[in-house]
């Protein structure tokens, strides 16, 4: 069993020759539940560097430009990468997405437009979401560190959290969650960009799932210290999303991508299981860690096998209790996983929460009512309100859905 790049993965997967047209607006769904998701993406504008850096870099900003076929392309650095379906596979319905390079209106406004954005969250009744960058970007901001100039990498890096603050959240602050990347290359500046970026109101950082993968000490050896007590200092959430190590697991070469796609869950678990016996949870007793989009079914598991270990060996934490460290620290994500949530309604209620992964290839949208209906079917109220908003609120400290939330969308035909 094999590690394979986000970039090989993506070559995998299978797209028609031309691009499908963007489905239209769907009806409005009937509001059961006031979602707030836990791990949704966009597609970073075209602007979104403008205005942003000194002025001395100004001049060499990331831009789009377009090819002799119409097509977008990013410019970073000497990097040229396509703006590519691949972010807004729900553009699309009933069809094989397109996965190749296009242009911005060639997918679902919603993708890219934060106005856009909240009509269909009203579509879906999603009330509140937290979002991540895109592939192209990398789900913990790696294509930063990978710009050749690291003066301007890093320039980029704070430029793209002033938009994510003024250019996203800014435009409804009470229903997008600000979630900041980080300087990954220097652990120093990245402890004064979580200082930095708390004081101004962001609750959370999206940080890499193994900083090894990426050719940085590991979490084991104690040079991400600083960093982790500075989150814990702010209480900024630490999110490890799936695929920030810029890879996930190939049993075989020749793995069809519907078995990668199924095992991308294998990520959140291998990087809890390194976080925990790194002793996270000790030194820090008051760290949150979001396994963003890494699902709960595996946390059953993951409890038992520390319990037995610590049982048995002298490495890591020797307590009997010590899957308890796991339950106090660790929250989880989950998209469509009926069986997962009902364990995890069992285990820890209050460290559970819905996601909606809009504009990906797994998104529930524009059906998440249903989803949550049908993954909450036999659970209690309480535990419904808990895992669809409540808890993403508290571990946010974000506002929670007003009351008249339900009564404003679309109402069950009699």
């Not at 799936?242 to 069809?256: A, F, H, L, Q, V």
């Not at 959140?268 to 760290?287: E, K, N």
Request: proline share 7%.
């Amino acid at each position: 069993m094999t590690s394979i790049s986000v970039e090989t993965l993506l070559s995998k997967m299978e797209r028609p020759a031309e691009i499908p047209p963007v489905r239209s607006d769907p009806e409005p769904r009937v509001r059961r539940y006031p979602i707030v998701s836990a791990d949704d993406h966009y597609m970073e504008p075209a602007d979104m560097f403008e205005g942003r850096l000194p002025a001395a870099l100004q001049g060499r900003a990331p831009k789009v430009v377009e090819d002799e076929a119409g097509a977008q392309w990013w410019h970073y650095d000497d990097a040229r990468l396509a703006v590519s379906g691949t972010d807004a596979v729900k553009s699309w319905d009933g069809v094989t997405p397109y996965t190749g390079p296009l242009r911005f209106e060639q997918v679902r406004r919603g993708a890219w437009d934060v106005t856009a954005r909240l009509a269909d969250m009203d579509l879906a009744g999603i009330y509140a979401s937290l979002s991540f960058p895109s592939m192209l970007i990398g789900f913990a901001g790696q294509r930063f560190m990978r710009m050749k100039d690291h003066e301007l990498g890093l320039a980029c890096m704070r430029a793209y959290n002033d938009w994510i603050l003024e250019g996203w959240c800014a435009t409804a602050p009470d229903r997008l969650i600000p979630c900041q990347v980080t300087w990954l290359p220097d652990v120093e500046i990245a402890v004064q960009e979580i200082h930095r970026n708390a004081a101004r109101g962001f609750k959370a950082v999206a940080f890499t799932e193994n900083p090894e993968k990426l050719g940085f000490p590991s979490i084991h050896t104690g040079y991400w210290d600083p960093f982790l007590a500075a989150c814990e200092d702010t209480g900024t959430v630490i999110n490890l999303h799936i695929g920030s190590s810029s890879s996930t697991i190939e049993p075989c070469t020749d793995s069809p991508l519907s078995v990668l796609g199924a095992m991308f869950a294998v990520n959140g678990m291998a990087a809890a299981l390194d976080w925990f016996y790194a002793g996270t949870t000790t030194r820090f007793p008051r760290l949150q860690i979001a396994m963003s989009e890494a699902g709960a079914a595996w946390v059953p598991w993951l409890l038992d096998s520390i319990d037995h270990r610590s049982n048995r060996n002298k490495d890591g934490a020797r307590s009997s209790d010590a899957a308890e460290l796991v339950l106090r620290n660790f929250y989880f994500t989950s998209i469509d996983e009926p069986r997962g949530v009902e364990l995890m309604s069992r285990i820890k209620p209050d460290h559970i929460m819905l996601e909606t992964d809009y504009p990906h290839a797994d998104s529930t949208w524009p059906d998440s009512q249903a989803t949550c209906e049908r993954v909450l079917t036999g659970l209690t109220d309480e535990f419904a309100r808990q895992a669809t908003h409540l808890n993403a609120c508290t571990l946010y400290r974000h506002p929670q859905p007003p009351a008249d939330f339900l009564h404003t969308g679309a109402v069950p035909s009699t």
